[in-house]
């Protein structure tokens, strides 16, 4: 059984940093691209960045020179620093894992999502 397990997620100020991180289990993680997505209220769920198997990362616009993705595979754990935080980045954050060694091959599992909200 394949768990993903969040954590990190909390209230910050505008400006202010906060470092996500998913645990994830039953899944041979080092061979699966991962991402990071989010819901903001009254929104679809957007991607924020994933990673690929080689640790290729891509990223939204709106998070680009901002988020920061990375994994570490000795740990099944996949981050998410987050920086310059703005109100905009409220949401519950999401870890996904793939099916391939790329997004492009979609993602299958997902966590509980974690709430981040950053006043102004």
């Known amino acids: 059984q394949v768990q993903l397990v969040e954590s990190g997620g909390g209230l910050v100020q505008a400006g202010g940093s906060l470092r996500l991180s998913c645990a994830v289990s039953g899944t041979f993680f080092s061979a699966v691209a991962m991402g990071w997505y989010r819901r903001a209220p009254g929104k679809q769920r957007e991607l924020v960045a994933d990673?690929?198997?080689?640790?290729?990362?891509n990223y939204v616009d709106s998070v680009k020179g901002r988020f920061t993705i990375s994994r570490d595979n000795a740990k099944n754990t996949v981050y998410l620093q987050m920086n310059s935080l703005k109100p905009e980045d409220t949401a519950v954050y999401y870890c996904a894992a793939g099916t391939g060694r790329t997004a492009t091959n979609g993602m299958r599992y997902w966590g509980q999502g974690t709430q981040v909200t950053v006043s102004s």
């Open positions: 990673i690929s198997a080689g640790s290729w990362p």
